[in-house]
């Protein structure tokens, strides 16, 4: 708290949080689905087969990937919606919390393909452990960062 009297009458600068709470949504979507990844990896095995000519849609891998993407998706925006409260615009939380679901996908994209054919299924384990502990600590700076505000 300033002692400062015109500490009041400044306006009160969110961006830090905005961008912080932004990349915290994203790496913690991110983390969920590439973990989503390697456990539709790991269902699979070591199968070399080619895919039938028709896709399995009841099938343990789809479920998980399914499920794991939405997962992730819905994560972003939960976490980003719950570190922006402070800036008490619901239009503004909503509209960052829908680009930190939409950025998730393509994030762990990025990632997951490139880790997958470098490392195999422990590099996508590996990146998802990696992007929880960011996330983790993108939260911390992002509370410190309402606390600024």
């Known amino acids: 708290m300033s002692t400062d009297p015109r500490a009041s009458d400044r306006p009160r600068d969110y961006v830090p949080l905005a961008l912080i709470g932004l990349a915290a949504g994203v790496t913690a979507g991110t983390a969920l689905t590439v973990t989503a990844f390697w456990a539709v990896r790991s269902l699979q095995g070591d199968a070399t087969a080619s ?28 976490v980003t919606w719950t570190l922006l409260s402070p800036i008490g615009s619901t239009y503004r939380q909503g509209g960052m919390s829908l680009v930190a679901s939409f950025a998730t996908i393509v994030v762990a994209t990025v990632v997951a393909f490139p880790m997958e054919t470098i490392a195999g299924r422990w590099g996508l384990l590996g990146a998802g452990l990696v992007a929880a502990v960011a996330a983790w600590r993108l939260a911390r ?8 505000a």
């Open 51 to 78: 895919p039938g000519a028709t896709p399995e849609l009841n099938s343990p891998t789809t479920w998980v990937f399914l499920v794991g993407s939405l997962g992730g998706v819905l994560t972003a925006a939960a």
């Open 141 to 148: 700076a992002a509370r410190r960062a309402a606390e600024t």
